[in-house]
């Protein structure tokens, strides 16, 4: 594998653990504020995102290279409404395929077609969680400032992610 190649996925393993605790702290946060369905949310996509990381660290030692275990940055903890929540969350996507995108150019750039294979399970990953956030933003939105709303809103969001999963088989 180019050190190039394996500089970027390298720094791939600290943004999917970085999203991992990210999403930790909107669960931790959503739990503190009474939305136990959203804390839900949150602690699975937070655990997706830390198997997401492992997948990365076997895959770059199996090829020769050596994964690094970075240092986590401290994740914002506080948020000001669910729309500040899920609009750092469709950032954080938004930042994570970004830089899956580089790989996949760099990839291109080296004819090494074996981690662009690779990483094409990322892409279809990030198009679903771009989606999923989006859909959930115009959810939001439809809502508004209406407390019931809120509520159904939290009591739901975990049927809301199964009918997706249940869509993409
Ligand atoms: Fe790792 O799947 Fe999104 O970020």
């Not at 602690?43 to 997706?48: G, Q, V, W």
Request: aromatic share 12%; with cysteine.
């Amino acid at each position: 594998m180019k050190p190039e190649i394996e500089t970027l996925l390298n720094n791939q393993v600290k943004y999917e653990a970085n999203a991992s605790m990210h999403y930790m702290a909107m669960a931790s946060w959503a739990d503190a504020n009474g939305y136990n369905g959203i804390a839900d949310f949150f602690y699975t996509h937070s655990e997706e995102e830390r198997q997401h990381m492992i997948k990365l660290v076997k895959f770059i030692n199996e090829r020769g290279g050596n994964a690094e275990i970075p240092a986590l940055e401290k994740p914002k903890s506080d948020f000001s409404s669910l729309n500040e929540l899920f609009e750092d969350f469709l950032s954080s996507e938004e930042f994570v395929t970004q830089k899956i995108n580089e790989i996949i150019f760099e990839c291109l750039q080296h004819k090494d077609y074996n981690v662009h294979n690779f990483m094409q399970w990322y892409v279809s990953e990030q198009l679903e969680e771009e989606a999923m956030a989006r859909s959930i933003l115009d959810k939001l939105t439809i809502i508004g400032d209406d407390k019931t709303g809120h509520y159904i809103f939290d009591r739901d969001i975990m049927s809301f992610i199964n009918t997706q999963e249940d869509t993409q088989q």
